[in-house]
């Protein structure tokens, strides 16, 4: 009687140790933003006390599963998936503080590029991925490599033993990844084809997971053999609707559905739960629903949370688990670094690199790599720079790794814009980069249009000493013909007979000050020619005024740039402020219609020395931000002591001018012209929807002293602050993958009343002029 007691309490014990050591798996699909939704799952989870002690993962799965077995809480990957830095991950953008201005080239026209390899034939090839991979890279390092450096890269030693999946689409097969760098891993379960860039793992190129295993119950079974599985599913390959009529929104979805495999809700058998948000009104390359696509992940966990509470009997207290993830994150290493190596590159072209990182500190810190990578991030002499980082546990320290290639040798960058007023034109720029001990940068562009022409030479060698600097050349022509911009569907009755053409040789120098801003030092040779009527008037026969200036000028110019586009921007600041210095010889040779002596005689040409200091200062910074509103504003000032030029219009020509709207420069308009103005305006922007911007901008001049035609030709200054000259515009603005469309009307306070619609494709930017 005894024994039997003892063996009936023997096997409770038994039984109730079983049910306590029940083991839960969790397994998350693949399906691109709708993977979000599993950040919910993991919510609802937690607060129902219910265990996670295994994790498989694809593609977005794999990324939840594996910053929560990295040791993030369901609340701290919500955060993350919340801020603004994600969305910048998702869709390649850089963050503006760690865009490296000092390495940018000036913006142009371009519209699309093409790379050029050095080969025989010349064969072009474009870019393989769609979306910019250099942000999210280092991101995966910054989260998750502390929790690979505790782990040993070994995946069972994880917070939560974690398996995320992988594609090589060379031999067809699915890859489970158990070890190694988790970031590197994380980085691989997600590479869409012809989305990201592929990376190696084991010198394999590899693909996303879900090309062949989207759902991992099946390694989730072989590898871990859960007493319960738990699996969240957010992908489906049936569609209860089809594409009629061109369907953009479904046929967008396409490329990433196409390579999605199906996920069998039948693999996770009866000892287990199939949970399916409900995720149909929701696309898989939409990131900007966070918030919703986490609500609905919770919801649909929540709705079978009887049937799993009824199933797992073990639980696990929310403080066990805060408790084991504090022991857990608390013993991660410290990110401080004690060296940084680079591969894929010769010793020349390493030393180049590493110097960029270099400091007089033993180890630095996370900021001071982050600095380093995006200084080579801006560098355009690289094509891939894959970052990777190892712990040393001797020194307790890591090391940062570079994998990098340079580019192809030549970028070929076309452009232009398509305008509703006669002032289209077509770019053109070839460059050339060269690495070896420092880098070397060679272009040319072209413009064509009727009313711009222009040729541009460039070099430039950067030199990545302690305090990076570098020095140019610049060869340009510019060419305006502003007789030909006459308004859309209107017979300009007063025509501008003016052209203008200016030939700059240029030497220049630079350092940085921070990310984004630099100090550059620059001397030109100047060549201008300006040929005009003093009447405004012109006939078959007639001779134009003729007035050029031949000198030198000096520069010394403190710019900051943080804006987030090269036209139309609504993020970010443009801040310049330069002393300018001009020396140099008029020389005017009056037309027929000025001429006061016989036409037959000799041509009186006049010549005068000139000499005048410049100080500009631009603002354009856009500094208020609620919701889908910016507020901006634009300001300018110049100071100047600038003689009068020998007649009104050669004086107009050579004054500095205020450019508020997007076609300014196309435009000669005499009173946004002087030698010492105030000016500056508002720029409202209202975000209508992604990608469309509703723009309305005013601005005011006010020059000190404007310009008065004095007689025929004769030029004096008026009265000080006699006047105040508006200009507006209202319009749409919709941002293409290659270049804004913009529809607006333009107002201009100006003696011919210049005002109409202008609709355009492309940019309108221009090569800078020799006097700017």
């Given at each position: 009687?005894?024994?039997?007691?003892?063996?009936?309490?023997?096997?409770?014990?038994?039984?109730?140790?079983?049910?306590?050591?029940?083991?839960?798996?969790?397994?998350?699909?693949?399906?691109?933003?709708?993977?979000?939704?599993?950040?919910?799952?993991?919510?609802?989870?937690?607060?129902?006390?219910?265990?996670?002690?295994?994790?498989?993962?694809?593609?977005?799965?794999?990324?939840?599963?594996?910053?929560?077995?990295?040791?993030?809480?369901?609340?701290?990957?919500?955060?993350?998936?919340?801020?603004?830095?994600?969305?910048?991950?998702?869709?390649?953008?850089?963050?503006?503080?760690?865009?490296?201005?000092?390495?940018?080239?000036?913006?142009?026209?371009?519209?699309?590029?093409?790379?050029?390899?050095?080969?025989?034939?010349?064969?072009?090839?474009?870019?393989?991925?769609?979306?910019?991979?250099?942000?999210?890279?280092?991101?995966?390092?910054?989260?998750?490599?502390?929790?690979?450096?505790?782990?040993?890269?070994?995946?069972?030693?994880?917070?939560?033993?974690?398996?995320?999946?992988?594609?090589?689409?060379?031999?067809?097969?699915?890859?489970?990844?158990?070890?190694?760098?988790?970031?590197?891993?994380?980085?691989?379960?997600?590479?869409?084809?012809?989305?990201?860039?592929?990376?190696?793992?084991?010198?394999?190129?590899?693909?996303?997971?879900?090309?062949?295993?989207?759902?991992?119950?099946?390694?989730?079974?072989?590898?871990?053999?859960?007493?319960?599985?738990?699996?969240?599913?957010?992908?489906?390959?049936?569609?209860?609707?089809?594409?009629?009529?061109?369907?953009?929104?479904?046929?967008?979805?396409?490329?990433?559905?196409?390579?999605?495999?199906?996920?069998?809700?039948?693999?996770?058998?009866?000892?287990?739960?199939?949970?399916?948000?409900?995720?149909?009104?929701?696309?898989?390359?939409?990131?900007?629903?966070?918030?919703?696509?986490?609500?609905?992940?919770?919801?649909?966990?929540?709705?079978?949370?009887?049937?799993?509470?009824?199933?797992?009997?073990?639980?696990?207290?929310?403080?066990?688990?805060?408790?084991?993830?504090?022991?857990?994150?608390?013993?991660?290493?410290?990110?401080?670094?004690?060296?940084?190596?680079?591969?894929?590159?010769?010793?020349?072209?390493?030393?180049?690199?590493?110097?960029?990182?270099?400091?007089?500190?033993?180890?630095?810190?996370?900021?001071?790599?982050?600095?380093?990578?995006?200084?080579?991030?801006?560098?355009?002499?690289?094509?891939?720079?894959?970052?990777?980082?190892?712990?040393?546990?001797?020194?307790?320290?890591?090391?940062?790794?570079?994998?990098?290639?340079?580019?192809?040798?030549?970028?070929?960058?076309?452009?232009?814009?398509?305008?509703?007023?006669?002032?289209?034109?077509?770019?053109?720029?070839?460059?050339?980069?060269?690495?070896?001990?420092?880098?070397?940068?060679?272009?040319?562009?072209?413009?064509?249009?009727?009313?711009?022409?222009?040729?541009?030479?460039?070099?430039?060698?950067?030199?990545?000493?302690?305090?990076?600097?570098?020095?140019?050349g610049e060869m340009t022509y510019n060419h305006f013909n502003f007789y030909n911009t006459s308004q859309i569907f209107i017979e300009n009755p007063h025509p501008t007979y003016i052209e203008q053409s200016d030939r700059k040789i240029e030497l220049k120098g630079g350092i940085p000050l921070n990310r984004n801003t630099r100090i550059t030092?620059?001397?030109?040779?100047?060549?201008?020619?300006?040929?005009?009527?003093?009447?405004?008037?012109?006939?078959?026969?007639?001779?134009?005024?003729?007035?050029?200036?031949?000198?030198?000028?000096?520069?010394?110019?403190?710019?900051?740039?943080?804006?987030?586009?090269?036209?139309?921007?609504?993020?970010?600041?443009?801040?310049?402020?330069?002393?300018?210095?001009?020396?140099?010889?008029?020389?005017?040779?009056?037309?027929?219609?000025?001429?006061?002596?016989?036409?037959?005689?000799?041509?009186?040409?006049?010549?005068?020395?000139?000499?005048?200091?410049?100080?500009?200062?631009?603002?354009?910074?856009?500094?208020?931000?609620?919701?889908?509103?910016?507020?901006?504003?634009?300001?300018?000032?110049?100071?100047?002591?600038?003689?009068?030029?020998?007649?009104?219009?050669?004086?107009?020509?050579?004054?500095?001018?205020?450019?508020?709207?997007?076609?300014?420069?196309?435009?000669?308009?005499?009173?946004?012209?002087?030698?010492?103005?105030?000016?500056?305006?508002?720029?409202?922007?209202?975000?209508?929807?992604?990608?469309?911007?509703?723009?309305?901008?005013?601005?005011?001049?006010?020059?000190?002293?404007?310009?008065?035609?004095?007689?025929?030709?004769?030029?004096?200054?008026?009265?000080?602050?006699?006047?105040?000259?508006?200009?507006?515009?209202?319009?749409?603005?919709?941002?293409?993958?290659?270049?804004?469309?913009?529809?607006?009307?333009?107002?201009?306070?100006?003696?011919?009343?210049?005002?109409?619609?202008?609709?355009?494709?492309?940019?309108?930017?221009?090569?800078?002029?020799?006097?700017?």
């Amino acid at each position: 009687m005894i024994s039997i007691k003892k063996l009936l309490i023997g096997l409770l014990c038994f039984c109730t140790f079983q049910v306590n050591a029940q083991k839960v798996g969790l397994v998350l699909s693949g399906g691109g933003a709708k993977g979000l939704a599993h950040i919910g799952t993991l919510k609802a989870l937690e607060e129902n006390n219910i265990p996670v002690d295994y994790i498989t993962g694809t593609s977005m799965g794999g990324i939840v599963g594996a910053l929560y077995a990295a040791g993030y809480s369901p609340e701290q990957i919500e955060k993350i998936a919340l801020t603004p830095d994600f969305q910048d991950w998702v869709s390649g953008r850089f963050k503006s503080d760690y865009n490296f201005f000092f390495q940018k080239s000036s913006p142009n026209a371009s519209l699309i590029t093409a790379k050029l390899s050095i080969d025989t034939a010349l064969r072009v090839s474009f870019r393989s991925n769609l979306i910019n991979d250099i942000p999210l890279n280092f991101a995966l390092i910054e989260l998750l490599s502390q929790a690979s450096a505790i782990s040993k890269d070994n995946f069972d030693n994880l917070f939560v033993p974690y398996r995320c999946m992988v594609s090589d689409v060379f031999s067809q097969t699915s890859i489970t990844v158990k070890n190694g760098s988790l970031a590197e891993a994380v980085r691989a379960t997600m590479t869409v084809p012809l989305i990201y860039r592929p990376i190696k793992l084991d010198n394999k190129y590899v693909f996303d997971g879900g090309l062949y295993n989207n759902f991992p119950v099946d390694v989730m079974q072989k590898e871990f053999k859960p007493d319960y599985i738990i699996g969240a599913n957010v992908s489906s390959k049936n569609f209860k609707e089809y594409p009629k009529n061109d369907d953009e929104r479904l046929i967008n979805r396409l490329m990433l559905f196409m390579f999605l495999s199906k996920s069998d809700s039948t693999l996770i058998g009866k000892n287990g739960i199939y949970i399916q948000p409900d995720l149909q009104d929701y696309s898989s390359s939409n990131f900007t629903p966070v918030a919703e696509l986490i609500k609905q992940g919770y919801d649909a966990t929540m709705a079978d949370m009887p049937r799993i509470l009824k199933e797992v009997k073990r639980r696990v207290s929310k403080e066990d688990i805060v408790l084991r993830r504090n022991t857990f994150n608390n013993k991660k290493p410290r990110l401080v670094f004690s060296d940084v190596t680079v591969t894929g590159v010769n010793n020349q072209q390493k030393r180049y690199i590493e110097r960029l990182f270099k400091s007089d500190k033993a180890t630095f810190d996370l900021d001071d790599i982050k600095q380093g990578y995006y200084k080579l991030v801006a560098d355009e002499t690289f094509e891939t720079i894959y970052p990777k980082i190892t712990y040393n546990p001797t020194s307790d320290s890591y090391t940062f790794g570079i994998v990098a290639r340079p580019k192809r040798s030549f970028k070929l960058d076309f452009g232009g814009n398509i305008s509703s007023r006669p002032i289209s034109n077509v770019f053109l720029g070839l460059q050339y980069n060269y690495l070896d001990r420092k880098a070397y940068t060679f272009g040319t562009n072209f413009y064509s249009g009727r009313f711009y022409e222009s040729v541009q030479l460039n070099g430039r060698i950067d030199y990545p000493s302690k305090l990076p600097f570098f020095l140019s050349g610049e060869m340009t022509y510019n060419h305006f013909n502003f007789y030909n911009t006459s308004q859309i569907f209107i017979e300009n009755p007063h025509p501008t007979y003016i052209e203008q053409s200016d030939r700059k040789i240029e030497l220049k120098g630079g350092i940085p000050l921070n990310r984004n801003t630099r100090i550059t030092l620059s001397t030109s040779f100047i060549s201008n020619n300006d040929h005009y009527s003093p009447t405004n008037t012109f006939n078959i026969g007639d001779i134009l005024d003729k007035t050029t200036f031949i000198g030198l000028r000096s520069t010394l110019a403190f710019e900051q740039n943080t804006l987030n586009r090269k036209q139309y921007a609504n993020r970010g600041r443009n801040f310049l402020l330069s002393l300018n210095y001009y020396t140099g010889r008029e020389f005017y040779t009056p037309g027929n219609i000025s001429r006061t002596t016989d036409l037959s005689g000799d041509i009186e040409v006049t010549k005068k020395q000139r000499e005048w200091i410049n100080i500009k200062m631009s603002d354009e910074n856009y500094f208020f931000h609620q919701g889908k509103y910016t507020l901006g504003y634009l300001a300018e000032g110049v100071i100047s002591n600038q003689p009068l030029f020998s007649n009104y219009y050669s004086t107009l020509l050579a004054a500095p001018a205020f450019y508020p709207l997007q076609d300014s420069r196309s435009l000669f308009l005499e009173k946004f012209r002087a030698t010492t103005y105030l000016a500056g305006g508002l720029k409202n922007v209202y975000q209508i929807k992604k990608n469309l911007d509703l723009r309305v901008e005013a601005f005011l001049f006010l020059p000190y002293q404007e310009f008065a035609q004095n007689g025929f030709q004769d030029v004096k200054n008026t009265h000080t602050f006699n006047h105040i000259h508006y200009a507006g515009t209202a319009g749409l603005v919709y941002h293409t993958p290659v270049g804004p469309v913009s529809l607006s009307y333009n107002l201009y306070d100006d003696p011919i009343k210049r005002n109409g619609v202008l609709l355009h494709l492309g940019y309108l930017i221009y090569n800078k002029r020799s006097i700017e």
